[in-house]
């Protein structure tokens, strides 16, 4: 059934599934019923607040069931819902809060420490709530909102290429479109129990929001991931599905726990976010004994745009092969139009050699940037999405990524900005240049990476540069490596060649 609107799939779900038990979270069980008077109660209390159609709610929690209900209350306002990364310090959350001019803060009381940070600076936050608070019961009921399915219903920020992070826009119709491709896609029914495993600040798991709230399946919510402990919650909780990410599948299927579990109510594990090694998706088919769907995708385009869901010939090649083939990057998901393109805009042979752009459009594709139109004109050309990814396709209409966008890292699932980090370490009153480069990493994928040219008579240590780095931006931007060079490499017109630095570490030349 096809829904236009967040709020339309819940009271879809409480119609159809409302005695099934839609949440579990720890000891506790939600019904579909239970969980719409929650998130009901949730809108009225932000309504009394004075929040209204269009208006902004960020919140910043672990992986809880007020997270998730934040997502359906917001939609029910026609606000919309901002989730913060967790991983980011004060100084970057506070800067998304000033873009994004939310009045109404959410915060699980693990971070009371971030939320007094951001309370001591200036910005557009009137109200600080507690995710773990029981809601008023006295709330006054509103008149129901009418939602557009073009209006925006999240705003997810990335890093930018400037050292700004912008506020991805996602629809609606961009989110419910997204969750009915998926649902045909994956086949997902009532009887599947969803394992929410990565973070769902990150649509890498927030999709699943919506998708299995859709067919009425299982939200089984674990607040942070433990490999050993996603195990006992796989085994005890008989999930069916989940999504991780490539270093979070490493620490599953090494575990010691994973070695000896059944994973009997495993059907599916998806993987995306980072590239994935053919010898890892042979070790997650043998311990996790299931089918293994390789994915990619961007927060712009809700998120997937191709799945490697295998057809039946793709099965039938030489075992060898067909662990290649999962490995790929996949198949246009849903009904996406997908094209790989040259620098003229044709398209590039279906020969698995020619590189080209990755560009994209349909419904699940963002309609901008928040606040950011020139931004938005550079991204979104003639109606397509220019991905920046670099890829070749293969005569089975599968896309292989081979590259990323110019000096983007994508380490461990988050995407990183050099020019991002080096504003940080230009902030040290020793560094004289910088420059910030992706080499491959067998756990993280790629690991950030920094080579620098010290100011005359300064000697601070890579401790410190990194250090000082993270009292500026996240842990996981930090270099893990820093280099100190007499000069950086330069290209003919005197710019900084990261492409010589990246191959002089590649080659390991002193």
């Given at each position: 059934m096809s829904h236009a609107t967040i709020a339309a799939i819940l009271a879809a779900a409480e119609r159809s599934f409302g005695a099934r038990t839609a949440v579990v979270e720890g000891d506790r069980a939600l019904t579909y019923g239970e969980l719409a008077a929650r998130v009901s109660a949730r809108a009225r209390h932000w309504h009394a607040l004075g929040l209204r159609c269009g208006e902004r709610v960020?919140?910043?929690?672990?992986?809880?069931?007020?997270?998730?209900?934040?997502?359906?209350?917001?939609?029910?306002?026609?606000?919309?819902?901002?989730?913060?990364?967790?991983?980011?310090a004060v100084p970057e959350l506070a800067q998304i809060l000033a873009d994004s001019g939310a009045r109404l803060m959410l915060a699980g009381r693990a971070f009371a420490e971030t939320v007094t940070g951001l309370r001591e600076r200036p910005g557009p936050v009137e109200h600080f709530l507690w995710c773990e608070d029981e809601q008023p019961k006295d709330a006054p009921a509103f008149a129901p909102v009418v939602v557009r399915p073009d209006d925006v219903a999240q705003l997810y920020y990335?890093?930018?290429?400037?050292?700004?992070?912008?506020?991805?826009?996602?629809?609606?119709?961009?989110?419910?479109?997204?969750?009915?491709?998926?649902?045909?896609?994956?086949?997902?029914?009532?009887?599947?129990?969803?394992?929410?495993?990565?973070?769902?600040f990150h649509l890498a798991d927030a999709w699943a929001t919506f998708a299995i709230t859709q067919v009425?399946?299982?939200?089984?919510?674990?607040?942070?991931?433990?490999?050993?402990?996603?195990?006992?919650?796989?085994?005890?909780?008989?999930?069916?599905?989940?999504?991780?990410?490539?270093?979070?599948?490493?620490?599953?299927?090494?575990?010691?726990?994973?070695?000896?579990?059944?994973?009997?109510?495993?059907?599916?594990?998806?993987?995306?976010?980072?590239?994935?090694?053919?010898?890892?998706?042979?070790?997650?088919?043998?311990?996790?004994?299931?089918?293994?769907?390789?994915?990619?995708g961007m927060t712009e385009t809700s998120?997937?745009?191709?799945?490697?869901?295998?057809?039946?010939?793709?099965?039938?090649?030489?075992?060898?092969?067909?662990?290649?083939?999962?490995?790929?990057?996949?198949?246009?998901?849903?009904?996406?139009?997908?094209?790989?393109v040259d620098e003229s805009g044709r398209r590039v042979p279906a020969d698995d050699r020619a590189v080209g752009e990755i560009r994209v459009r349909g419904a699940t594709v963002t309609p901008g940037y928040w606040n950011r139109p020139d931004e938005t004109a550079r991204a979104i050309r003639d109606g397509w999405l220019y991905t920046g990814d670099l890829a070749v396709l293969d005569a089975h209409g599968f896309v292989n990524i081979v590259d990323r966008a110019k000096d983007m890292i994508l380490s461990g699932g988050e995407n990183v900005y050099s020019t991002e980090v080096e504003n940080a370490l230009y902030e040290h009153s020793a560094v004289l240049e910088a420059?910030?480069?992706?080499?491959?990493?067998?756990?993280?994928g790629e690991s950030v990476n920094a080579a620098v040219v010290l100011k005359s008579g300064q000697s601070p240590s890579a401790e410190e540069l990194q250090q000082h780095c993270r009292a500026r931006i996240a842990a996981y931007k930090t270099p893990r490596a820093i280099e100190f060079l007499a000069e950086l490499p330069k290209t003919g017109s005197g710019k900084i060649s990261k492409q010589v630095l990246r191959a002089r570490k590649t080659r390991g030349t002193p």
């Open positions: 960020a919140i910043l929690d672990w992986n809880t069931g007020a997270f998730l209900e934040s997502y359906f209350a917001a939609a029910q306002l026609g606000a919309i819902l901002n989730p913060l990364n967790h991983r980011l990335t890093s930018g290429t400037t050292g700004r992070s912008k506020g991805v826009m996602l629809t609606h119709a961009n989110v419910c479109t997204h969750a009915e491709w998926a649902v045909r896609e994956l086949a997902l029914t009532s009887a599947d129990r969803w394992g929410h495993f990565a973070p769902l009425g399946g299982v939200h089984v919510m674990v607040p942070r991931f433990e490999a050993d402990e996603a195990v006992a919650r796989m085994e005890t909780e008989r999930i069916t599905l989940t999504n991780l990410i490539p270093t979070m599948l490493k620490r599953l299927v090494e575990s010691p726990r994973a070695r000896e579990a059944r994973f009997a109510s495993l059907r599916l594990v998806l993987s995306g976010g980072a590239p994935i090694a053919p010898a890892l998706v042979a070790q997650v088919l043998a311990v996790l004994k299931c089918e293994y769907v390789q994915t990619y998120p997937y745009l191709t799945v490697g869901i295998l057809s039946e010939e793709l099965k039938r090649l030489p075992p060898a092969d067909v662990l290649r083939q999962r490995a790929r990057t996949g198949r246009p998901f849903g009904e996406v139009e997908l094209e790989v420059a910030v480069f992706g080499l491959p990493d067998e756990t993280w």
